[in-house]
């Protein structure tokens, strides 16, 4: 089946520093990547998201590129800010039977001034 | 504004009582979801409906019902046999087409008291 690895955190980091938030899955098949964003009480919004294998996803500082032959769709930002304290989410989806979604376990984001 | 709402935001419960949680989207999707949230644990999938009279169980269906009677509505009933239903809850939307990303609601908090 489907399956989403991402750390679970918290991941500190001061503000200005260099994010990476590793991820990695399995799948059958060509599925598509996505990375959403829950700031606290909130829902999921999302980030960004790849199609297809070396597609790069990108919004609001933010990229991912969809890495087929080491299955991995990193998430990682040059320079964080106190605003980007959040839960970070990678997410698939395949051509299953009703567009299944495989959610990673989230992991926390605390950027410090 | 198109989006996804729901109602409320906060609610409390007592034990025993079934409680209903509402879930509206003026997307033109075709499927909705719902997922529970729990610390640590992601998202867990509780329901889907992929189009109007029609439902699938979820990863996590037992002591949960819905209803899909109208495309923009897929209320949750949180049933007096769900052992431990204190959790924050998400509705979604998607095209309902593959490899598309969902749409997510701004979540319910559950609280049995």
């Known amino acids: 089946g489907n399956s989403v690895t991402q750390m679970e955190g918290p991941v500190t980091l001061s503000e200005e520093a260099f994010l990476t938030i590793n991820c990695t899955y399995t799948a059958t098949g060509y599925p598509s990547l996505f990375w959403y964003v829950q700031y606290p009480g909130e829902g999921l919004q999302l980030l960004l998201k790849?199609?297809?294998?070396?597609d790069k996803g990108s919004n609001k500082g933010f990229e991912a590129t969809y890495r087929k032959e080491t299955t991995s769709f990193h998430l990682e930002k040059g320079s964080v800010q106190v605003s980007d304290s959040a839960v970070y989410f990678c997410a698939l989806s395949n051509d299953g039977g009703y567009q299944k979604v495989t959610f990673g376990i989230g992991t926390k984001l605390q950027v410090i001034p | 504004d198109g989006g996804i709402t729901q109602s409320p935001k906060y609610l409390f419960r007592k034990e025993g009582q079934n409680v209903t949680l509402s879930c509206e989207q003026n997307?033109?999707?075709?499927?909705m979801y719902w997922y529970r949230q729990d610390p640590g644990q992601g998202l867990r999938l509780i329901y889907y409906s992929q189009i109007v009279n029609d439902f699938q169980k979820g990863d996590i269906a037992e002591g949960y019902s819905v209803s899909r009677e109208k495309k923009e509505s897929f209320p949750l009933t949180v049933t007096s046999a769900q052992k431990n239903p204190t959790a924050f809850y998400l509705c979604?939307?998607?095209?309902?087409?593959?490899?598309?990303?969902?749409?997510f609601g701004p979540g319910t908090r559950l609280t049995v008291l």
């Open positions: 997307l033109n999707h075709d499927a």
């Open positions: 979604a939307s998607s095209p309902g087409r593959a490899y598309n990303e969902q749409f």
């Open positions: 790849a199609t297809k294998a070396d």
